[in-house]
C-alpha cells in the first residue's frame, strides 16, 4: 500500500464512523425530547410507588429514578432477563414510554 492508498483508507474510515455516529446520535437524543406527561406534580405517582409497580411488574431492581425535562420519570435498573435497562415513564400511571438498550 502506499501512503496515498494509506491516507484515503484511513479518511474513508473516519467518514464511514462518522455517518455511523451521525445517524445512531438522534434516535439516542429522542428520549431527550420526550415528553410524558403535563400533569402537575401532585398528580404523579410516588417514586416509591414507581419502584414497587416495576418490582411487581418482574423487574428485579431499581437502582435510580429522576425526573427529565420533559416530564418522565427516568428509571435505571435490571429487568426481568437480569439486563440493565433505562426505562422512561409516564409518572402520572408508570406506563412505559420509551425504553433504551
Known amino acids: 500500500m502506499t501512503s496515498k492508498t494509506t491516507i484515503l483508507s484511513a479518511s474513508a474510515l473516519v467518514l464511514a464512523a462518522s455517518a455511523w455516529l451521525g445517524a445512531a446520535g438522534p434516535a439516542l437524543a429522542d428520549n431527550d425530547e420526550l415528553k410524558c406527561t403535563q400533569a402537575a406534580k401532585s398528580a404523579w405517582m410516588s417514586e416509591d410507588a414507581t419502584k414497587d409497580l416495576l418490582l411487581q411488574q418482574g423487574y428485579k431492581e431499581v437502582r435510580k429514578i429522576k425526573v427529565t ?22 409518572p402520572t400511571n408508570g406506563s412505559i414510554m420509551a425504553k433504551e438498550d
Not at 425535562?69 to 409516564?90: H, N
Request: aromatic residues 14%.
Open 69 to 90: 425535562e420533559g416530564q418522565c420519570y427516568e428509571v435505571y435498573g435490571i429487568d426481568a432477563q437480569g439486563e440493565k435497562v433505562e426505562v422512561y415513564l409516564d
